[in-house]
């Protein structure tokens, strides 16, 4: 009764009768389960033949996951939901909770082009109701096209001691012979990071531009020679499978930016990348007005847009504003020492801006942290950090420490406050060349990325113990930050140029994807949806809608392994470190008698403990366990019979004794 209970308040939850095999959560109590229940994921549906054959008679099954049109099915004898009026369609589509899986088996999904090949569809795998991770597939006539294959660095969601999180590609690996090509937009780590840990999986030609490829290949190592690398002129159109597209620029934080224009029988669609209207981007050209308002004339069907910014109102800052004010900071700066200034290691534009700013300063520049220095060799190889006025400035570290403190600047990685960062480490005294004091300053030249607030406060506190000077841009008199992402009002003028008929916002939380939608509807474009990873919308012929789900998950980058974030080991080790561990080594003989007692040996649980009361409680318990086995007859006494015993047994004493659960595995010698 208690575990048809509990499976009742679990529902939602997905593979949970598997790990509770693996882990023998049938033999804990019901309290014990109750205190496990922050410790499973929901992942992954129930299995119904399990939970028919294992849970109480009455206990009720989960619903069936059917695609929508089968759903349709079981409530109107119409089978066709593609048919639905538009009335009856709801405005949006929910958004899961982080990490959930899609509702939809891969079988069931192999039917969305059946009898609709005609249909356009796009499909989030990553990048909606968060920042990061963006992965976004586009169907057509039975082919697949994915653009962007990025990461996400690790928050306090994430699992301990894993710092990367990629999209779940199962649904498209399991049909990459339908993936025509991956499209990369740019060239930061939430569009490109994740292609050298999954593009073994999909084995597709990539199409790029040429700084893009360019960062790619410092990732990719042996890949190099295996991947079809092609590189996209800007303006050009690219036709692979039934897809023909053009790649427009867009301004953004760095170099060769693109928005993707899909030609239909409809109308366009345009997936806009990252972007921004910036009058003055300093290392591109300003937007393309006359471009744009000829693509709204041709007739655009459908803005696939950034929703970064739309909580904001008004219109973002030029990257040559944070310049000017760079230059009057460091002219006026009262500190005599060293100055860090911290960015994304991709942003080239401000890598740009405060290298021209130091030689307006009379300063040199050194750039500080493996990826940074990797982007800025590649940015100055093709000519983006080479401006006139600033020759000589950049220098290597090693010419910079034998400067006096108040020539030197450096350029570092960490604003987001990432382990093991350049900037974090000079923080935490660890700096093989830094160490930073009351003379020395450091300038934030970025914002938050939502879930990285606490780690930045513990990093901004560390400096300020040491008495570092600090300039937050939001603190500051001083502009040392302008975002690359458009805000309300470019979005708006970005819907007067292309009036499309259609949005769905990506890229963004879900509060950021909704205000894009609302945007949308006050400026006239009522067919506005919000999509969720894994939700499939078909945008022609017909009505913008929902038409399915398919599998979206996450995938996490553990040491050197690739494994799903509900991983078992990752979970074990999760419970490794909230409840501790315990090893009871059994010995029996060939008749099963037992040989001594059964050996435990304790980790987290008794380290703090006198090591007589630690020994004490060690073969009480061993003592507990013997008994417990020589109640089993000999002929029973094998794992199957004695490990559901010995685990109660084992899980009930350390309730008592610690309050705690530990992961408690059970090993037989036999002689």
């Avoid at 997905?14 to 309290?31: F, I, N, V, Y």
């Avoid at 190099?224 to 050009?236: K, P, Q």
């Avoid at 990348?273 to 300093?282: E, Q, T, V």
């Avoid at 350029?411 to 406050?417: I, K, L, P, Y």
Wanted: proline share 6%.
């Amino acid at each position: 009764a208690w575990m048809a209970a509990t499976l009742r308040a679990l529902q939602p939850c997905t593979r949970l009768w598997a790990m509770a095999g693996e882990h023998k959560l049938l033999m804990s109590s019901p309290s014990s389960i109750a205190r496990r229940v922050r410790w499973f994921s929901d992942t992954a549906v129930i299995p119904a033949a399990a939970v028919e054959s294992k849970v109480a008679k009455g206990t009720p099954t989960p619903r069936a996951i059917v695609p929508l049109s089968q759903e349709q099915e079981d409530d109107d004898e119409d089978d066709s939901v593609f048919e639905k009026p538009k009335s009856e369609r709801p405005p949006r589509s929910r958004a899961p909770r982080r990490g959930a899986p899609s509702t939809v088996s891969v079988k069931e999904s192999d039917s969305l082009f059946s009898g609709h090949e005609g249909q356009f569809l796009f499909a989030p795998l990553g990048g909606c109701s968060e920042v990061g991770m963006n992965s976004y597939m586009y169907g057509y006539r039975g082919r697949w096209l994915m653009v962007d294959l990025g990461v996400r660095f690790g928050d306090t969601s994430t699992p301990l001691g894993v710092d990367v999180k990629m999209p779940d590609v199962q649904f498209i690996e399991d049909r990459k012979d339908t993936l025509e090509a991956l499209f990369l937009t740019h060239s930061h780590e939430d569009h490109i990071g994740a292609v050298v840990h999954l593009w073994g999986r999909l084995r597709c030609p990539i199409y790029t531009t040429a700084f893009t490829a360019a960062i790619l290949k410092t990732k990719l190592g042996d890949l190099n020679d295996e991947i079809d690398l092609h590189i996209v002129e800007t303006g050009s159109t690219v036709n692979v499978g039934p897809f023909s597209v053009k790649w427009i620029s867009m301004t953004h934080s760095t170099p060769d930016s693109q928005a993707l224009v899909f030609h239909t029988p409809h109308g366009h669609v345009v997936h806009t990348g990252d972007w921004k209207f910036d009058h003055n981007p300093l290392i591109q050209d300003p937007p393309n007005y006359d471009l744009l308002k000829k693509l709204g004339d041709e007739g655009v069907l459908a803005v696939v847009g950034d929703s970064t910014n739309a909580i904001k109102g008004g219109w973002s800052h030029s990257e040559a504003d944070v310049r000017s004010n760079l230059v009057d900071l460091l002219k006026k700066l009262p500190h005599p020492g060293t100055v860090a200034l911290t960015c994304f290691s991709s942003n080239i534009a401000r890598i740009q801006s405060a290298i021209y700013a130091a030689s307006q300063a009379g300063r040199k520049v050194a750039l500080v942290g493996r990826s940074l220095v990797t982007v800025g060799e590649v940015a100055n190889d093709q000519g983006y950090l080479q401006e006139q006025g600033t020759e000589g400035v950049l220098v290597s570290v090693q010419s910079l420490l034998k400067l006096p403190h108040n020539q030197r600047m450096i350029v570092c990685t960490g604003s987001q406050a990432e382990p093991m960062s350049a900037l974090q480490r000079i923080a935490e005294q660890a700096h093989p060349s830094f160490n930073f004091g009351s003379r020395d300053c450091v300038i934030f030249s970025s914002r938050p990325i939502p879930g990285n607030e606490s780690g930045i406060s513990r990093l901004q506190s560390d400096l300020l113990q040491q008495n570092v000077n600090l300039i937050l841009d939001q603190k500051s008199e001083y502009l040392t930050h302008a975002s690359g992402h458009a805000y309300g009002d470019e979005i708006r003028k970005l819907f007067s140029l292309l009036r499309p008929k259609m949005v769905i916002p990506m890229h963004g939380e879900y509060r950021h994807m909704d205000a894009h939608a609302r945007l949308a509807r006050e400026h006239g474009i009522a067919d506005a949806m919000v999509p969720s990873n894994g939700s499939v919308l078909s945008l022609c012929p017909g009505p913008l809608r929902k038409v399915a789900d398919i599998p979206a998950g996450y995938l996490i980058l553990d040491g050197n392994q690739i494994r799903p974030i509900a991983s078992l080991a990752v979970k074990k080790r999760g419970l490794l470190l909230t409840e501790g561990v315990c090893f009871v080594t059994v010995a029996l003989d060939a008749r099963g008698s037992l040989i001594g007692k059964p050996l435990v040996s304790l980790g987290g649980l008794t380290e703090d403990l006198n090591s007589d009361a630690a020994e004490r409680y060690k073969t009480r318990l061993s003592t507990t366990l013997s008994d417990v086995i020589r109640k089993v007859p000999t002929e029973q006494r094998h794992s199957t019979v004695l490990v559901p015993r010995l685990l109660a047994t084992v899980r009930s004493s350390m309730m008592r004794a610690f309050g705690k659960a530990p992961a408690t595995e059970i090993h037989f010698v036999h002689a």
